[in-house]
């Protein structure tokens, strides 16, 4: 299962820090990621780290957002700063399968996300 947090209102230019924790697998192997899904929109990959730390971020949040892991804890992390209003979405994380030079989500199951607005 992975358990997203930490989401919230900001202004615009504010920061937050997402945290989503994983169970239920081997979470040190894994290649991890956050997503997000603004309303009419389809679900959109942000942020992915692989299991030896190197992270690839998509264009609209390259230099605001930053993505982080915590093996101990099974956890992995979203830094976010000079936040925007279109970076309005709710937010989910996934454990990720890299085929044919993309990431794609491994699991079926996104549970609820956690919810970031940002107010301009």
């Known amino acids: 299962q992975l358990q997203a947090s930490g989401g919230g209102l900001v202004q615009a230019g504010g920061s937050l820090r997402l945290s989503c924790a994983a169970s239920?697998?081997?979470?040190?192997?894994?290649?991890m990621g956050w997503f997000r899904q603004a309303p009419g929109s389809e679900r959109e990959l942000v942020a992915a780290i692989t299991s030896h730390g190197i992270t690839n971020y998509a264009d609209s949040v390259k230099g605001r957002f930053t993505i982080s892991r915590d093996n101990a804890k099974n956890t992995v992390y979203l830094q976010m700063i000079s936040l925007k209003p279109e970076d309005t979405a709710v937010y989910y994380c996934?454990?990720?399968?890299?085929?044919?030079?993309?990431?794609?989500?491994?699991?079926?199951?996104w549970g609820q996300g956690t919810q970031v607005t940002v107010s301009s």
């Open positions: 239920g697998m081997l979470f040190v192997v894994n290649d």
């Open positions: 996934n454990s990720l399968i890299y085929y044919t030079g993309s990431y794609y989500p491994e699991s079926d199951y």
